[in-house]
């Protein structure tokens, strides 16, 4: 069965400091992933990534693709309190489209 | 450019009453997407429409449906409505074929008494 595994659930970090978010999936005829950030509303796009081993960056955060082990990981240096949020994860094929259930970053001051 | 918009924002029923959430994409979008939150879960795919056509629907009971009109915009209905269905139902457009630049409304929240 197709699914979406995001580790760790939640995280607690101080300003600073440097996370690492997961994402492992199964999905047939595997298309895409995005990784998508959600404070009180609806999530915001950050990447997305169809390619093995080519890195997304956008500021302090980045993310990369194994298409072999099937993963992604999120990373964010220099955490800052505004990084607080769900981060979401979505897989996908042409019919299909499977979000992990998040990982939950708090970054206290 | 007008976003994706949803209506009504809150909606408030009681058990075994029936719910219509509604939704407009962004101009040009054909194809809408509906997700539902429960409150601290994840987001759980429901339906995805294309051009009129559905697609694909998550494992959901029959009594969520939904449909979507000439003009593309699109109804959830949820008849009988159980207390576990109060959550957060995000609506979310893209270009045909384009499932991945998806852009998302507001939402309605949706509180089964």
């Known amino acids: 069965e197709d699914k979406v595994v995001q580790s760790p659930l939640s995280l607690v970090v101080h300003e600073g400091d440097t996370v690492t978010l997961n994402c492992s999936y199964e999905?047939?005829?595997?298309?895409?992933l995005l990784w998508y950030k959600q404070e009180k509303k609806a999530p915001t796009f950050l990447f997305m990534l169809?390619?093995s081993g080519i890195e997304k960056k956008s500021g302090r955060l980045s993310s990369i693709l194994d298409k072999k082990e099937l993963f992604s990981i999120l990373n964010i240096t220099a955490t800052q309190t505004g990084d607080s949020a769900v981060y979401l994860c979505l897989a996908g094929n042409n019919r299909k489209l499977i979000w992990g259930l998040g990982t939950s970053l708090a970054v206290n001051p | 450019e007008a976003g994706v918009t949803q209506s009504p924002t809150h909606l408030i029923k009681t058990r075994g009453q029936q719910a219509t959430l509604r939704c407009s994409p962004i101009?040009?979008?054909?194809?809408v997407y509906w997700y539902q939150q429960a409150l601290g879960l994840g987001l759980q795919f429901l339906l995805w429409y294309d051009e009129g056509e559905e697609r694909n629907r998550g494992n959901f009971p029959p009594r969520f449906s939904g449909r979507q009109f000439p003009n593309y915009s699109s109804e959830l209905n949820v008849n009988a409505l159980e207390l576990e269905d109060s959550a957060l139902y995000l609506c979310a457009s893209s270009a045909p074929g384009g499932w991945e630049t998806q852009y998302f409304g507001p939402g309605t929240r949706l509180l089964v008494l």
């Open positions: 999905v047939t005829n595997f298309r895409s």
């Open positions: 101009s040009g979008h054909t194809s």
């Open positions: 169809t390619s």
